[in-house]
Structure formats: structure tokens, C-alpha cells
């Protein structure tokens, strides 16, 4: 599934049952790190892994997004499909 904006977003996290979620950092509405923090208050939504997807590459916002409860994060201008492979096999220990 995906979702346009943040709002929307927020409502297949609660409706779906999912096992890993891609979140974009900058989503229009509410954003990526705003859903972390939700999920991580929420013990409910935290149905599986969560990689932070994102253009910012910076050290405060990938620290920001770990300690709001990401699992991974990929830096979206680096990223093919082996290391998207790679990142995912990792959050779900394959």
C-alpha cells in the first residue's frame, strides 16, 4: 500500500496489518518522523520493522529518526535495489 501524504499514511498504519514499513521522512501533512514518534507511543501500530526513507543526509535527522523508532534508514538519491535488499533482509533477520 501507499499513501500520498502523512494523514493518509497514518490511516493504512492503523487499518493494515503490515510487516515492514518504508516511510518517507518528508511527507506533505504530517511527516515521517512525526508517524515514528506515533508508532513508538503506540505500541499498537508497531506491527514490524520500520526503514526511514529520506534525502537528508544528516547526522541529527538520522539520529532523530533512530531515536524515534526506525529500524533502518536509507538515504533515497544512494539507494538500488541490492541495498533496499540488504536493508530489508536485516530488519526482518533474514
Known sequence: ???????S???KIRNFDWNLLLLDIMLP???GLKILREIKDNP????GPVIALTNLNSE?????AFGSGA???LIK???DARKLIKEVEACLCI
Not at 500500500?1 to 494523514?7: F, K, V, Y
Not at 541529527?60 to 532523530?64: P, S, T, V
Open 29 to 31: 501533512g504530517k511527516d
Open 1 to 7: 500500500e501507499q499513501a500520498p501524504d502523512g494523514e
Open 77 to 79: 538519491s544512494e539507494l
Open 44 to 47: 499498537d501500530l508497531k506491527k
Open 60 to 64: 541529527n535527522i538520522i539520529q532523530e
Open 9 to 11: 499514511g497514518m490511516q
Open 71 to 73: 529500524d533502518g534508514y
